[in-house]
């Protein structure tokens, strides 16, 4: 049973910049496509960016043009970089596997396409 620990988070200052990473405990990044998600306080969960075992990457409107997603399957680690920070960015970020294995079209970043999903890590923006 593949488990995914993400790591990274923290407080930050307006405007800065963190990178959260995401690693899982075997090899699935090349046969699944993974996702970033957050929660806010009180808020619901959205839905960040998610990328294809073949490296296909899709954002939702949450990135921005200031997150970017990025992994290395040799180190079984998904990244999330993150910039120009603001107080709307505080959230408890998670990553998630996809619930069926990457079949080369792009991935979707809905929740119910996500079976696995990590703990979670808390980023603080002020």
């Known amino acids: 049973h593949v488990q995914l620990v993400e790591s990274g988070g923290g407080s930050v200052e307006i405007g800065g910049s963190l990178k959260l990473s995401c690693t899982a405990s075997?090899?699935?990044?090349?046969?699944?496509?993974m996702g970033w998600f957050r929660q806010g306080p009180g808020e619901q969960r959205e839905g960040i960016g998610c990328?294809?075992?073949?490296?296909?990457?899709t954002y939702t409107g949450v990135a921005n043009g200031r997150f970017t997603i990025s992994k290395d399957s040799a180190k079984n680690t998904l990244y999330l970089e993150m910039s120009n920070l603001k107080p709307e960015d505080s959230a408890m970020y998670y990553c998630?596997?996809?619930?069926?294995?990457?079949?080369?079209?792009?991935?979707?970043?809905?929740?119910?396409?996500?079976?696995?999903w990590g703990q979670g890590t808390q980023v603080t923006v002020s």
């Open positions: 990328i294809t075992g073949d490296g296909l990457i």
């Open positions: 075997v090899a699935i990044f090349d046969a699944y496509s």
């Open positions: 998630a596997r996809y619930r069926e294995r990457s079949d080369g079209y792009r991935c979707y970043t809905a929740e119910a396409y996500f079976s696995v």
